[in-house]
C-alpha cells in the first residue's frame, strides 16, 4: 500500500511526487517510457543529444521575488544539483521580411526598446503593458478559483473575481485589435507558440502570463532538460519510494466511488498497485481513458468539450564546426514569412511553414559537451498527420510524407541560416505520430488539451476531480510549459497534504 501513486514522470508528476515524499510519504511513480521526465528528457542521435520539451524556462533567476520562486521550490524538492545558465539578452528575436526586432528583458528594457522602435506608438505600446498586468492579475483570481483552496479562493474572487471573468473572455486577437501598426502588433503577438494557440483563439491572460514570466530573464538548465528529473527522482527514492518505468497504467480503479489504485502492467505482467491517493499527470483525456466509462459521466461530458490543441514538427540539427563564429548565439529565433502571425501550417507536405521558432540549445548550456545543435519548430495542423494517427505502425507513405516534409523545413532553416546551412551533418524530424508514440500525446497535441477561454473557465481542468481520491496534476491544470506544469504538480501534491501549500510562498 502507497502513500500515493503518480502515474506520468512529466515535470508536473516528478514535482508531485518529490513534494509528497518531502512529507514522508512513499510515492509509486509510473513512467510508461523507457526514460522519465516527459517532454524534460533528451535523446541521443550518434554524436548529437537534443531536447525534446526544453527551450529556456523562467523563474529561476537569482532574485529573491517571483523571478526566482520556481529556483528556490526546485532546490527545495531536489537533490540541490540542478543549476541554470542565463541566455544572451535580447533573448527572443522576431524576424519579418525586412524587419528584425530583439526582445529583451526586463519589462522597462522592453517597452523601452519599442518606443525606441515604434516613436509614434508610444500610447498603444503603454496600453499594451497595462493590459498586461491587468490579465495577469485576473490569471491568479482564475487560477484560484479552480486549483487552490476554498478560503484561497474566496479571497481572490472578492478581489479580482469580476475582473478574471471580463479577461476570461478576451482573445490575444482582441487586444491586438487595438494595435494599428502591423510590425508592433506582429512583434507582441509573436510568440503565441510559447503556449500553442494563435493569436484568434488564444486567451490574452495566457499571452500575459507567459511573456511575462521573462521579465526575469530566460535560462536553460546547466547539463540539459534531464537534469530535471535526475534531481527529483533522489528525493522520492529517500522517502521509500520508486521510479518504475516501462510501466504501462491500464485502468486506475475505483472501489465505492474512490480511487484506490491502478492496474499496471510491467514487461507483459499484469499488476495491481494500491494507493490512498492517485495523481494524474498524463494529461485529461488519457486519464478519462484509464477510468471505467460508468465513473464520473458528468465530468466525461464536461472533458468531451475540450479538444486537443495543435501539434507541431520539429526537425533536430546536429552540425559540425563552430556555429557561434557562423552567427549562431542561445537566443531564440521567431521566423514569420510575412506580418501575418495568425498563420498554421496547414499543408506542411506542400507549403513552407508560415513560422519557425529556431533554437540552439548547444550554445545555452555551458556544461554541452557533444557537437552543436538546433532545433526548429514550426506548429502545425493535426489534420494533416490524421491519415496515420490511429495507425499501429508506420507505413510507407508515411515515411515518405514525413520525409518530404523533413526536408521542406530543412530548406527554410538554411535559407534563413545560410552560413550555418554548410556545416549541417545529421537531422531528424518528429512530428505529432512522434509525440503519440513517445509521451503518448492525444492527436500528437502540442500542449495537451487545446488553449482557448473555454479552456480557462472549464470545470473539466480542475485539481480535484470528480473522483475522491484521484487528483490530475500537470499542464491541462494549470496551463502549458515547463513551470507551469511543475506548479500543477506541486498543486495536486498540496491538495493531498495541506501542509505543502505554505511552500508555494519560497
Given at each position: ?14 514535482a ?12 509509486l511513480?509510473?513512467?510508461?517510457h ?9 535523446f ?41 545558465a ?13 524587419f528584425?526586432?530583439?526582445i ?17 506608438e ?13 490579465a ?7 487560477m ?6 476554498a ?30 501598426d ?22 490574452f ?39 518504475r ?12 466511488e ?45 472533458a ?7 501539434g ?5 540539427i ?15 529565433h521567431?521566423i ?9 501550417w ?70 534563413h ?18 509525440q ?21 473557465s ?49
Amino acid at each position: 500500500m502507497w502513500d500515493a501513486i503518480v502515474v506520468g514522470s512529466g515535470i508536473g508528476g516528478l514535482a508531485a511526487a518529490a513534494a509528497l515524499a518531502k512529507r514522508s510519504k512513499r510515492v509509486l511513480l509510473l513512467e510508461q517510457h523507457t526514460v522519465p521526465g516527459g517532454q524534460t528528457q533528451t535523446f541521443r542521435r550518434q554524436g548529437w543529444v537534443f531536447a525534446t520539451g526544453v527551450h529556456y524556462v523562467s523563474g529561476v533567476g537569482p532574485q529573491e521575488g517571483p523571478e526566482g520562486q520556481f529556483r528556490r521550490l526546485l532546490e527545495w524538492l531536489g537533490d540541490g544539483s540542478l543549476r541554470f545558465a542565463p541566455c544572451v539578452n535580447p533573448y527572443d528575436i522576431v524576424h519579418l521580411p525586412g524587419f528584425e526586432f530583439g526582445i529583451p528583458h526586463p519589462e522597462a528594457a522592453y517597452r523601452a526598446a519599442l518606443h525606441g522602435r515604434f516613436p509614434g506608438e508610444g500610447a498603444a505600446i503603454d496600453d499594451w503593458f497595462h493590459a498586461c498586468h491587468e490579465a495577469r492579475k485576473a490569471g491568479m483570481a482564475l487560477m484560484a478559483s479552480h486549483d487552490l483552496p476554498a478560503w484561497i479562493a474566496w479571497g481572490f474572487r472578492l478581489l479580482r473575481g469580476r475582473q478574471a471573468d471580463r479577461w476570461s473572455r478576451h482573445t490575444l486577437a482582441d487586444q491586438l485589435a487595438d494595435i494599428a501598426d502591423p510590425r508592433l502588433h506582429a512583434v507582441l503577438g509573436a510568440r503565441w507558440a510559447d503556449y500553442g494557440a494563435p493569436p484568434t483563439t488564444a486567451p490574452f491572460i495566457e499571452h500575459a502570463l507567459v511573456t511575462g514570466a521573462y521579465d526575469g530573464g530566460a535560462y536553460y538548465p546547466v547539463g540539459g532538460p534531464a537534469r530535471f528529473a535526475e534531481s527529483l527522482l533522489p528525493t522520492v527514492r529517500a522517502a521509500g519510494g520508486e521510479c518504475r518505468l516501462g510501466a504501462e497504467v491500464r485502468q486506475i480503479l475505483v472501489e465505492n466511488e474512490r480511487a484506490v489504485g491502478v492496474e499496471v502492467v510491467e514487461g507483459g505482467s499484469r499488476a495491481i498497485e494500491r494507493a490512498e491517493h492517485v495523481i494524474s499527470d498524463i494529461g485529461l483525456a488519457n486519464t478519462l481513458a484509464r477510468l471505467d466509462a460508468l465513473v464520473a459521466p458528468a465530468w466525461r461530458e464536461q472533458a468531451s468539450r475540450l479538444a486537443p490543441g495543435l501539434g507541431y514538427v520539429a526537425l533536430y540539427i546536429g552540425f559540425e564546426g563552430d556555429i557561434s563564429g557562423a552567427g549562431a548565439t542561445s537566443a531564440n529565433h521567431w521566423i514569420y514569412d510575412s506580418e501575418d502571425i495568425d498563420r498554421v501550417w496547414r499543408q506542411p507536405a506542400d507549403e513552407d511553414a508560415p513560422g519557425l521558432f529556431i533554437s540552439f540549445p548547444s550554445l545555452k548550456d555551458p556544461a554541452w559537451k557533444g557537437s552543436p545543435t538546433a532545433e526548429v519548430l514550426a506548429v502545425v495542423d493535426r489534420a494533416a498527420f490524421a491519415t496515420w494517427l490511429d495507425e499501429p505502425q508506420l507505413s510507407n507513405d508515411y515515411a515518405a510524407f514525413k520525409d518530404w516534409v523533413t526536408q521542406r523545413l530543412l530548406g527554410q532553416f538554411n535559407r534563413h541560416f545560410p552560413t550555418l546551412a554548410p556545416m549541417v551533418r545529421f537531422y531528424e524530424a518528429a512530428t505529432p505520430l512522434t509525440q503519440r508514440r513517445f509521451v503518448r500525446a492525444v492527436g500528437g497535441s502540442m500542449y495537451g488539451v487545446e488553449m482557448s477561454v473555454e479552456r480557462q473557465s472549464s470545470d473539466a481542468l480542475r485539481l480535484r476531480t470528480p473522483v475522491p481520491g484521484l487528483l490530475l496534476a500537470g499542464q491541462d491544470v494549470t496551463g502549458p510549459g515547463v513551470q507551469a506544469a511543475f506548479m500543477g504538480g506541486l498543486m495536486a501534491a498540496a491538495t493531498v497534504e495541506p501542509a505543502l501549500w505554505r511552500q508555494l510562498g519560497r
